[in-house]
């Protein structure tokens, strides 16, 4: 029985999480992807046009898969596409293509009456239309990722000038300049079969200065009614309820505004961390929805009663990474710490603002919040990190 898997680059999501699952659960993997040569050696890769549909049936069709999946946020809307017509378990497209296209989201969940953020939508090479009441605004890319351009503006002279900075590198790209939403940043992650949905928790996101907006830690978090029952709303009006999705919003006068919805599994390695924190095989349970099973069977805890936290390392500047600790890890005073290299020694890079930046991940999970909060800080005392510009 074979398992595709839709990529672009290879991720440790797919490396550490979905490729050894796949073997647990006795399924032979393809990995569909049109950057071959970037993937490890040993990884069974395959060439192919992963963002067209009919592409990525061509290469399945003939070996008869039992599933078909992605976790790459630009891949999910062809991914389901080519899963319906395999006829196999998987996402509906509208949905895949509404939670990547900001402005589209924004206007179903405006149209179900549940909110309604101030949206305008700016087309390569146009210019800006904005009224001064909607500053302060957020402009970033229509279908982005990862706070990649991603900027607060106070004014329409600095909108201006961050769109001519954005064009300067990517000319093709459609914006969205959306009314800022202020509150603290948080996230709720869910499994679904199609028919049921499960939280299985949520983090409280710490970000850096403004005016970009890199993710600089998180804490376990999980969100209460009435949040849950106003979340669950806005996913349903959206479509989502198939496999796992990662949502991003605030709180606001006690109302969930949404800032955006993923249609996969959380990433920078906190999928991995959650599946840690949840003593759940995470990856599987996402095959397993995938080739059908009901969320039912799944063996989801009802209560976690673990605290986690997590911290990316981010350069400060550009230049060469010269020093930096391996991977490690320890435990301290009954708290699993960890440090994940993200960024090799050797590398020269340019400091962006985003999760590009990010060095490394160190996270501890241990049985309540203060001594996660005293051991991961301890640990990372100790380690250090050197850029060379």
Not at 37 to 58: F, I, K, L, Q, S
Not at 96 to 105: E, G
Request: charged letters at 25%; aromatic letters at 4%.
């Amino acid at each position: 029985m074979r398992l595709y898997l839709t990529a672009l680059n290879p991720t440790d999501a797919v490396l550490e999480g979905f490729l050894p699952a796949a073997a647990s659960l006795g399924l032979s993997v393809t990995v569909l992807t049109d950057r071959p040569a970037e993937w490890p050696a040993g990884v069974p890769v395959a060439r192919c046009a992963v963002r067209d549909a009919a592409a990525v049936v061509a290469a399945t069709a003939p070996t008869r898969p039992v599933a078909l999946l992605s976790n790459s946020d630009h891949l999910q809307e062809a991914t389901a596409i080519a899963a319906r017509k395999l006829g196999l378990p998987g996402k509906d497209p509208d949905a895949a293509r509404l939670c990547k296209d900001k402005a589209a989201a924004r206007r179903v969940i405006a149209a179900a009456g549940l909110d309604l953020v101030r949206t305008v939508t700016v087309d390569p090479g146009a210019a800006p239309q904005v009224p001064d009441g909607m500053f302060p605004a957020v402009v970033k890319p229509r279908e982005g990722v990862a706070s990649e351009d991603a900027y607060l503006v106070t004014d329409h002279a600095e909108l201006v000038a961050r769109i001519a900075e954005i064009r300067g590198r990517r000319p093709d790209v459609a914006l969205v300049v959306e009314e800022y939403l202020p509150g603290e940043l948080r996230t709720f992650e869910t499994l679904g079969d199609g028919t049921a949905l499960a939280s299985l928790g949520g983090w409280r996101t710490g970000l850096g200065p403004p005016p970009t907006f890199t993710e600089k830690s998180l804490a376990w978090s999980p969100p209460a009614e009435p949040e849950t029952t106003q979340l669950r709303a806005r996913l349903a009006a959206l479509g989502v309820g198939f496999g796992a999705c990662h949502t991003e919003y605030v709180i606001a006068d006690g109302r969930v505004r949404l800032i955006e919805v993923n249609y996969r599994l959380i990433g920078d390695r906190m999928d991995l961390i959650l599946s840690d924190l949840l003593g759940v095989p995470l990856f599987e349970h996402v095959i397993r929805l995938h080739l059908g099973e009901p969320l039912a069977a799944l063996d989801l805890p009802a209560t976690v009663d673990r605290y986690a936290q997590v911290e990316y390392v981010c350069a400060d500047r550009s230049g060469r990474l010269v020093a930096a600790p391996g991977r490690l890890d320890t435990v301290h005073d009954d708290v699993r710490l960890g440090c994940h290299p993200l960024r090799e020694v050797g590398r020269t890079a340019e400091h962006t603002g985003t999760n590009r930046d990010y060095l490394a991940v160190l996270h501890g999970i241990g049985p309540d919040e203060g001594a996660v909060r005293q051991s991961l800080a301890a640990f990372r005392g100790d380690l250090q990190w050197t850029i060379v510009e």
